[in-house]
């Protein structure tokens, strides 16, 4: 369910209220109909693709969705992606990455570029694109890899996806959805705590950056999988503000903004991030 603000009135909107009124059909057979859509140098028979995340895809998935002619984009986590662009061009069959914008994606890049393992089409995939790093990152690609297909993502407003493009992306990734918390979690709000199920509209909650914000709109869902993460209940897609580990040494309270990221409780791993907690 999806709560949204209309003429200033808040109403919960489902499945049940929303209805596509038909018009008049002009082809005698759907058979007639072609969803394909161009993307890049290629035609695919579907205009849709599955998320690239790492519960979602896998390279047998992606290697099946390749060879039927649809489009794909393998996750970022875990994953050699030389040997996976190798192994996809073996197969004769075009290689889709998703990369982030610190510096171990960095150096997958170069790897990619001095071993001449050039994918077709490269995600950069962070929660937030319409930052700094973001533009470094595209900037380089579009210098060093031309013949890249860049699909930037994630965005959510107008301004975001003008400036990207200007940029140099060929497309971009829109909408930016968070996870939610279960009931029971404690938030901190100006007033004190609350349970996060008692939350109203005006209500100014502490984010992660120290600071209460406002209230604007509230929404709930049914979640079946759930995930515990520093004695937090939450759903697999709930994002947490980290950092690598790798970055402790140099990282200080002026830089941390460039090297800390968003990333899914599924994805974390303790011995990796370090979650970055409000002061």
Not at 7 to 36: H, Q
Not at 171 to 176: D, P, R, S
Not at 200 to 228: C, M, P, Q, W, Y
Request: proline letters at 2%; a positive charge; glycine letters at 6%.
């Amino acid at each position: 369910m999806q709560v949204i603000n209309l003429n200033d009135r808040l109403m919960e909107i489902g499945y049940k209220d929303i209805n596509l009124i038909p018009r008049k059909c002009i082809v005698s057979s759907r058979e007639e109909c072609d969803t394909s859509i161009t993307f890049g140098s290629r035609k695919f028979s579907m205009p849709v693709f599955p998320a690239n995340m790492k519960s979602v895809v896998n390279e047998k998935t992606c290697e099946f969705l390749a060879s039927k002619g649809w489009f794909y984009a393998m996750h970022r986590f875990g994953i050699n992606q030389i040997e996976f662009i190798k192994k996809m061009h073996e197969l004769g069959l075009y290689a889709s990455v998703s990369i982030g914008v610190n510096g171990d994606s960095q150096d997958e890049l170069e790897n990619m570029l001095e071993t001449n393992n050039i994918p077709e089409y490269v995600v950069i995939d962070v929660a937030n694109a319409w930052s700094e790093k973001v533009k470094i990152k595209v900037e380089w690609i579009r210098k060093n890899m031309p013949t890249v297909f860049l699909i930037v993502g994630n965005v959510a407003t107008s301004g975001a996806v003008r400036e990207i493009q200007d940029w140099g992306a060929c497309a971009l990734k829109i909408g930016i959805a968070g996870g939610c918390f279960v009931e029971g979690t404690i938030v901190i709000v100006k007033s004190g705590c609350k349970k996060i199920e008692d939350i109203e509209i005006g209500d100014f909650v502490l984010t992660h950056r120290n600071r209460f914000k406002k209230v604007l709109a509230i929404s709930s869902r049914k979640e079946k999988k759930l995930i515990r993460i520093d004695n937090v209940v939450c759903t697999l897609n709930h994002e947490f503000y980290v950092l690598d580990k790798k970055y402790q040494h140099i990282v200080n309270d002026n830089n941390i903004n460039e090297y800390a990221e968003w990333i899914p409780a599924e994805n974390l791993d303790k011995n990796k991030y370090f979650i970055i907690k409000s002061k």
